[in-house]
């Protein structure tokens, strides 16, 4: 029998590893393991939701103990049916996996030795990745406590699986900033530095497109200078009013588009539909405190973007507006020193 002490030496062990690593794989196995070991069960496993999967499982075992691979491939076939009750009640006892009406797959649990079933959710900041399942070998009378503990569990599951997507993040930002920085370096063609731009930024934020568009000297249009997912149809569909197309960024503010098909500040909602635009961000790109352009983002899906993307965002298109600006200054130069030689030239009789 398990006691409270059990409990305590476990989450004990499992905070220690915490502090000494951040390697989410690890500390995911280490939470399946402690499960299985603690409660005396048969096995354990974490399932993340993949949304985006082609495949008609859309919950990837990421971490599991005591499971075959013909159970893990055989789908849990549950888990879009039980969502709504693991969020209401924060749990699912299985009495009996193979005759529960809630799941699916009954012979291959029976044949894989199952006989109850713990679920708990996996939560993140209020939005549920995924689920906790704990499996035992006969037919189990669950207590509160179990239900606890591996709430618990589920909890460091998804602390762990946090802090590797803020690592992730930090070192995805980092590289982003040093290969605009070395595009800056070396290259004064801006075109060239704006188009590596706006391919790290699509990539590293996971959005469909993103483009940059400056003012053209009237202030009136504004003109595609680089662009990364985009169609060439869409890419041609017609000028770009400084006026009417998100018009805010203009003045110097960030404008997040939610739903480009409606959004009254949108232009050509028709061709954004074909081409599947559903959200939109855009920022100012400045220089000398002046807005020369926008620097923009599309998503294909309804989108929430975070503070810190937009703030992430936001800083780029200034280095963006730093480049074009160095751009020009050397143009300047070079235009002066062309001009300062052909006045030497011209007057080379007075030396």
Not at 329 to 341: A, H
Request: glycine content about 6%; some cysteine; proline content about 2%.
């Amino acid at each position: 029998m398990t006691t409270k002490t059990d409990y305590f030496r476990s989450l004990s062990k499992l905070s220690r590893e915490f502090g000494t690593t951040k390697d989410q794989d690890k500390l995911l196995n280490l939470i399946v393991d402690s499960a299985v070991k603690t409660m005396k069960a048969k096995a354990a496993a974490i399932f993340l939701m993949d949304e985006e999967s082609e495949s008609e499982e859309k919950n990837i075992a990421v971490a599991q103990v005591g499971l075959s691979d013909k159970y893990l491939h055989a789908g849990s076939g549950h888990a879009e049916k039980i969502t709504p009750q693991l969020l209401k009640d924060g749990y699912i006892y299985v009495r009996d996996a193979t005759t529960d009406p809630r799941l699916m797959n009954h012979e291959i649990k029976k044949a894989e030795g199952i006989g109850s079933i713990l679920i708990v959710p996996v939560m993140l900041k209020g939005r549920m990745l995924g689920i906790l399942s704990l499996y035992t070998s006969e037919i189990k009378k669950i207590t509160t406590d179990e239900i606890e503990f591996l709430s618990i569990l589920a909890e460091q599951g998804g602390i762990a699986i946090e802090n590797a997507q803020l690592i992730k993040k930090m070192h995805d930002n980092t590289q982003i900033f040093l290969k605009l920085a070395a595009s800056m370096s070396s290259s004064l063609d801006i075109k060239i530095i704006l188009q590596a731009l706006t391919e790290d930024i699509a990539k590293n934020l996971d959005v469909k497109a993103a483009s940059v568009r400056l003012l053209d000297d009237d202030k009136r249009n504004l003109k595609l200078v680089a662009s990364f997912g985009l169609s060439e149809k869409y890419l041609n569909k017609g000028p770009i009013s400084a006026e009417k197309s998100i018009a805010m960024a203009l003045k110097g503010k960030p404008v997040v588009v939610k739903n480009a098909f409606i959004d009254d500040g949108v232009q050509y909602k028709k061709e954004k539909q074909e081409e599947g635009i559903v959200s939109i961000l855009c920022v100012p790109i400045k220089s000398n405190d002046a807005v020369i352009g926008v620097l923009r983002l599309y998503s294909d899906r309804k989108r929430d973007f975070t503070e810190d993307e937009i703030t992430l965002v936001t800083t780029l298109a200034y280095q963006g507006g730093l480049a074009i600006q160095n751009a020009s200054l050397y143009l300047m130069v070079q235009e002066d020193i062309k001009d300062l030689k052909d006045n030497i030239w011209s007057h080379k009789s007075w030396f």
